[in-house]
């Protein structure tokens, strides 16, 4: 059961408002054919009264379909009933001050129009000349609404007797076979490949589609005669999933996303906010003729109506990632990634080495033996920031101020993960064992000895040659095995850089003994955070982890979503990220301290 609010107009009786009830009757719906749009195209939208469910009970009555505020509500349905193929229904209006305006002009007739939300349970449909018209089998009314803009152009007023204006119904009809003839047209010339000026000739000289195609096919033929050219046409997709992707892709790159975007993504650079808003309305059954910029966003910017916010958020969500990305720590490159189902503590079990194989007895019995393990653990932490899109912005489609609003975002996140790093990499902590992960008695710590970075400089490779040392030559947790881990990275702070770049720099010795044995072993990074002259060289993580990070399964980096906001204009945004680090083991990492 498809459960996506749906709207129709009417327009209320003339006259029918009575002030001592502060009722007014109106019809609300009418199976006049209204032309709507889905996936496959064009269609008319017929409601049968005799498939409506009445037994819904004290709806209310809104001011333009708005729910952002208890003032948007006016009153409410007295009693909804079938006449003939009409549904009508009575209104009641809200005694309150705010209310008083809109019962004024009611009264003295300015307003007039009615429009009604409804769900569908389910749909029939059949072929006609006109093309495809839609009718639900069993359908809800959800709510009644006074719009400016009644859609219905059939609703009667109550007190006219006639039947339904077969006039109106059958220029309904001839409006959307009108519609289909062009759009059919149109889609022709474009999949042959030719210019739109031979759609708007066929469609001015009045072509059916079987002339159409016909000159479509000569006007094919005619040009490969004369320039034998091959082109690649993809056919048009109308799917609402491709849409919002390439419309978030677009607007992604208008705010600053950089790169170059896909060949179907070109069509919507030149869309503006409103004119996605619009389209996304239209994709939803939602009328905007007549509309200003504000009720556009407004209506856009409701969950049930459209996917416009949806759009947005896939959009910022792509510049903050791409962002976040260029502002990621380095000292993300010396740990294992993971992700974990909760925000529970989460244990990474390790487990001790096996030694060596044992030569089998004449008996064939094999000795087992058990290994040693041991856990360090980490927990996720959750860390949010809130952006707020206002309506001037969208109506002024500023969308550079937009996309650096975001790109701050995705920075903050990566901002937020290198601080946690830095502290877990600088704090020293200690393991599930009791003792700091850099320990003299781990053998995995250096000291200069006092002096100077630069004296840290001119010992670099004896730096690099004690590092070796020792992490060639740990002993695994079974305090036999050797573990071998070769040094990979190391890490500096700003402020010895330089030096560092000097260490590891390559060199044209004339000597062996000249030749600099860092250089072709080791990769330098860079952590601005860092303080000091310490050196921290690291095992590659492939070979064997000293650090971990992880997010949550469901939402692996910065994400970007939709927030309720009654309380403000426009749309709001969350950004959020779920992340956590520890330690794994300390074997894979050598600190020295420096000055």
């Given at each position: 059961?498809?459960?996506?609010?749906?709207?129709?107009?009417?327009?209320?009786?003339?006259?029918?408002?009575?002030?001592?009830?502060?009722?007014?009757?109106?019809?609300?719906?009418?199976?006049?054919?209204?032309?709507?749009?889905?996936?496959?195209?064009?269609?008319?939208?017929?409601?049968?009264?005799?498939?409506?469910?009445?037994?819904?009970?004290?709806?209310?009555?809104?001011?333009?379909?708005?729910?952002?505020?208890?003032?948007?509500?006016?009153?409410?349905?007295?009693?909804?009933?079938?006449?003939?193929?009409?549904?009508?229904?009575?209104?009641?209006?809200?005694?309150?001050?705010?209310?008083?305006?809109?019962?004024?002009?009611?009264?003295?007739?300015?307003?007039?129009?009615?429009?009604i939300g409804?769900?569908?349970?389910g749909?029939t449909?059949?072929?006609?000349?006109?093309?495809?018209?839609?009718?639900?089998?069993?359908?809800?009314?959800?709510?009644?609404?006074?719009?400016s803009?009644?859609?219905?152009?059939?609703?009667?007023?109550?007190?006219?007797?006639?039947?339904?204006?077969?006039?109106?119904?059958?220029?309904?009809?001839?409006?959307?076979?009108?519609?289909?003839?062009?759009?059919?047209?149109?889609?022709?010339?474009?999949?042959?490949?030719?210019?739109?000026?031979?759609?708007?000739?066929?469609?001015?000289?009045?072509?059916?589609?079987?002339?159409?195609?016909?000159?479509?096919?000569?006007?094919?033929?005619?040009?490969?005669?004369?320039?034998?050219?091959?082109?690649?046409?993809?056919?048009?997709?109308?799917?609402?999933?491709?849409?919002?992707?390439?419309?978030?892709?677009?607007?992604a790159?208008?705010?600053?996303?950089?790169?170059e975007?896909?060949?179907?993504?070109?069509?919507?650079?030149?869309?503006?906010?409103?004119?996605?808003?619009?389209?996304?309305?239209?994709?939803?059954g939602?009328?905007?003729?007549?509309?200003?910029?504000?009720?556009?966003?407004?209506?856009?910017?409701?969950?049930?109506?459209?996917?416009?916010?949806?759009?947005?958020?896939?959009?910022?969500?792509?510049?903050?990632?791409?962002?976040?990305?260029?502002?990621?720590?380095?000292?993300?490159?010396?740990?294992?990634?993971?992700?974990?189902p909760n925000?529970?503590?989460?244990?990474?079990?390790?487990?001790?080495?096996?030694?060596r194989?044992?030569?089998?007895?004449?008996?064939?019995?094999?000795?087992?033996?058990?290994?040693?393990?041991?856990?360090?653990?980490?927990?996720?932490?959750?860390?949010?920031?809130?952006?707020?899109?206002?309506?001037?912005?969208?109506?002024?489609d500023d969308?550079?101020?937009?996309?650096?609003?975001?790109?701050?975002?995705?920075?903050?996140?990566?901002?937020?993960?290198?601080?946690?790093?830095?502290?877990?990499?600088?704090?020293?902590?200690?393991?599930?064992?009791?003792?700091?992960?850099?320990?003299?008695?781990?053998?995995?710590?250096g000291?200069?000895?006092g002096?100077?970075?630069?004296a840290?400089?001119s010992?670099?490779?004896?730096?690099f040659?004690?590092a070796?040392?020792?992490m060639?030559?740990?002993?695994?947790?079974d305090?036999?095995?050797i573990?071998?881990?070769?040094?990979?990275?190391?890490?500096v702070?700003?402020?010895?850089?330089?030096?560092?770049?000097?260490?590891?720099?390559?060199?044209?010795?004339?000597?062996s003994?000249?030749?600099?044995?860092?250089?072709?072993?080791?990769?330098?990074?860079?952590?601005?955070?860092?303080?000091?002259?310490?050196?921290?060289?690291?095992?590659?993580?492939?070979?064997?982890?000293?650090?971990?990070?992880?997010?949550?399964?469901?939402?692996?980096?910065?994400?970007?979503?939709?927030?309720?906001?009654?309380?403000?204009?426009?749309?709001?945004?969350?950004?959020?990220?779920?992340?956590?680090?520890?330690?794994?083991?300390?074997?894979?990492?050598?600190?020295?301290?420096?000055?």
């Amino acid at each position: 059961m498809t459960t996506d609010a749906l709207t129709r107009a009417a327009q209320t009786r003339p006259n029918s408002f009575d002030p001592a009830t502060r009722t007014v009757s109106a019809v609300i719906a009418s199976p006049t054919p209204v032309p709507r749009r889905d996936s496959r195209g064009p269609f008319l939208e017929v409601l049968m009264a005799a498939t409506l469910d009445l037994s819904a009970a004290d709806l209310p009555v809104l001011d333009s379909h708005r729910t952002a505020s208890v003032r948007d509500q006016l009153g409410r349905v007295r009693s909804i009933a079938v006449e003939g193929d009409s549904v009508v229904a009575v209104l009641w209006l809200s005694s309150a001050e705010d209310v008083a305006p809109v019962v004024q002009r009611i009264a003295d007739g300015t307003v007039t129009g009615v429009s009604i939300g409804y769900r569908v349970a389910g749909w029939t449909e059949k072929q006609t000349q006109a093309g495809r018209v839609k009718s639900p089998t069993a359908w809800t009314i959800t709510e009644v609404t006074l719009t400016s803009n009644p859609a219905d152009p059939s609703a009667r007023l109550r007190h006219q007797e006639e039947s339904p204006m077969p006039e109106a119904t059958e220029t309904v009809l001839r409006d959307v076979a009108e519609q289909t003839r062009r759009h059919d047209i149109r889609a022709l010339v474009r999949t042959a490949g030719l210019d739109a000026q031979v759609a708007d000739d066929l469609i001015d000289a009045g072509a059916d589609m079987t002339r159409a195609k016909a000159e479509i096919v000569d006007a094919v033929q005619d040009r490969r005669r004369a320039a034998p050219i091959i082109r690649s046409h993809a056919p048009a997709n109308d799917d609402p999933a491709t849409i919002i992707r390439r419309q978030s892709d677009a607007l992604a790159f208008r705010m600053g996303g950089g790169g170059e975007p896909a060949k179907d993504v070109r069509p919507f650079l030149n869309l503006s906010l409103r004119d996605m808003a619009v389209d996304s309305l239209t994709r939803a059954g939602v009328s905007t003729r007549g509309m200003s910029a504000d009720e556009v966003f407004t209506r856009a910017g409701e969950h049930t109506t459209s996917d416009f916010a949806l759009t947005v958020s896939n959009a910022m969500g792509k510049v903050a990632l791409d962002t976040y990305k260029a502002a990621e720590s380095p000292l993300k490159t010396l740990c294992r990634q993971r992700t974990l189902p909760n925000f529970k503590d989460s244990t990474s079990i390790r487990l001790g080495e096996m030694g060596r194989l044992e030569e089998l007895a004449e008996s064939g019995e094999i000795t087992h033996t058990s290994r040693a393990e041991s856990g360090e653990t980490m927990r996720l932490k959750t860390f949010a920031r809130g952006v707020t899109v206002s309506r001037k912005l969208m109506i002024d489609d500023d969308l550079g101020l937009l996309g650096d609003m975001t790109a701050a975002l995705g920075e903050a996140a990566a901002q937020t993960e290198a601080d946690i790093l830095v502290t877990l990499l600088t704090g020293n902590p200690n393991l599930s064992d009791g003792t700091p992960v850099f320990d003299a008695t781990r053998g995995n710590l250096g000291n200069a000895g006092g002096g100077s970075a630069g004296a840290i400089g001119s010992a670099g490779v004896d730096v690099f040659t004690d590092a070796r040392q020792a992490m060639r030559t740990v002993k695994g947790m079974d305090g036999k095995t050797i573990v071998g881990a070769a040094p990979r990275f190391m890490i500096v702070g700003p402020e010895i850089e330089t030096l560092a770049e000097k260490i590891l720099a390559e060199t044209y010795p004339t000597k062996s003994d000249e030749v600099n044995v860092a250089a072709s072993k080791m990769t330098l990074l860079v952590e601005p955070r860092l303080e000091g002259d310490a050196v921290y060289i690291f095992a590659d993580p492939a070979r064997l982890a000293a650090m971990q990070y992880a997010y949550l399964s469901s939402a692996q980096g910065i994400q970007i979503q939709r927030t309720e906001a009654w309380d403000t204009l426009g749309m709001k945004y969350r950004a959020f990220l779920d992340f956590g680090a520890g330690w794994l083991d300390w074997r894979g990492a050598y600190l020295h301290e420096g000055s």
